[in-house]
């Protein structure tokens, strides 16, 4: 069966008329995918010969509504989508004064292993195809009744760990007649695959590359995620320059703050040190409190030091707002509360 929504418009075009049916049909299938249909039956100006081949030989990915959570305190909204196969995926849709933010899953679980995540608990089953990390938007979209201008590929999983899937979704979600959100938008997060950094720079994409660091040295770095054994802090500090200067654009580095593991002054002069000239933008995140990890957020007082001894050596800094704080707003703990009771 063909997943109809991952094909650019060209590839679904090739088989509408390879098959013997009108090329005009094509453009109108694709405007009632992007309308966020979930059957073939729902395209009404479609022939029932066209629509019996489509169920034949196709499938909608859709991204059903299992749970969701409102947040008293901010209107933060979590979901819990089944995907076709009954899986679950997590999303969350935050909302700023310049609109609506997704922040969608690319993986179900994640193969990553970091020891702050809940994600990864749960363990790992598989990528998402492109059109699965659309369906979370459109889903979300027709929920709420709104449009969500701002994407973030920093829920469950690893996105440069499903590369192909997550360029073609790239490509897709910015194209003019798909849901069209452009690029500078768009904010992908990665733990560190240091390759596909490398591979990410050819497309010079106008993204936001999103580099969860979380240490300034490889010791303590390795102890809270297993990818720095892999591609130790150099060489990602090292493909991050030359992304940079492939692309031009800015890096943003998320550094999570455990009480007592990486939030002294001593992590902070090094972080300084490691980002010394570096065109980038360093995201402080009080850690989640995640059961099982025993890891508790930085105090205030220490994260305002951590922010000063960043900016005294020209690296700016900001703590990121807190979201959804009632609600688990952190992706991987609906999911894994579901597995376990399943």
């Not at 008293?72 to 076709?84: A, E, P, Q, S």
């Not at 979209?141 to 829920?155: E, F, H, P, T």
């Not at 040295?217 to 990818?227: I, Q």
């Not at 654009?249 to 090094?270: H, L």
Request: proline letters at 3%; charged letters at 25%.
């Amino acid at each position: 069966m063909i997943d109809i929504k991952s094909l650019y418009f060209d590839e679904l075009e090739k088989i509408i008329t390879d098959n013997g049916f009108p090329k005009f049909r094509a453009k109108q299938i694709w405007d009632w995918l992007q309308k966020g249909v979930t059957s073939f039956d729902e395209m009404r100006n479609i022939p029932k010969n066209l629509i019996d081949f489509l169920a034949g030989s196709c499938y909608i990915s859709v991204a059903n509504i299992e749970k969701k959570l409102v947040s008293r305190y901010d209107k933060t909204v979590k979901y819990l989508f089944c995907l076709n196969d009954g899986e679950y995926i997590e999303s969350v849709v935050m909302s700023y004064h310049h609109g609506y933010s997704i922040c969608v899953s690319t993986q179900v679980g994640c193969k990553m292993g970091c020891t702050f995540c809940a994600t990864g608990k749960s363990g790992f089953s598989r990528s998402l195809t492109a059109s699965e990390i659309l369906a979370q938007i459109e889903a979300a979209q027709n929920d709420l009744n709104i449009r969500i201008s701002n994407i973030v590929l920093m829920g469950m999983g690893e996105p440069l760990d499903n590369f192909d899937n997550v360029i073609r979704f790239l490509k897709l979600v910015s194209d003019e007649s798909g849901l069209n959100i452009g690029m500078r938008h768009i904010t992908l997060s990665t733990c560190g695959i240091v390759p596909k950094i490398y591979e990410l720079a050819e497309y010079k994409f106008a993204l936001t590359l999103s580099v969860s660091l979380h240490a300034p040295d490889n010791a303590t770095r390795s102890k809270t995620m297993p990818v720095n054994n892999r591609y130790p802090i150099e060489q990602l500090i090292k493909a991050c320059r030359d992304y940079f200067d492939k692309t031009g654009r800015r890096i943003s580095f998320e550094y999570a703050m455990i009480d007592g593991v990486n939030d002294t002054d001593e992590c902070a002069e090094k972080l300084a040190m490691l980002l010394k000239g570096l065109n980038c933008h360093v995201n402080l995140i009080p850690v989640n409190t995640v059961s099982g990890t025993g890891y508790q957020k930085s105090k205030t007082e220490r994260q305002q030091a951590f922010i000063k001894i960043l900016e005294k050596s020209g690296t700016p800094a900001t703590v990121r707002r807190t979201l959804g704080s009632d609600i688990n707003a952190s992706c991987g703990q609906l999911r894994r509360k579901t597995v376990d009771n399943t």
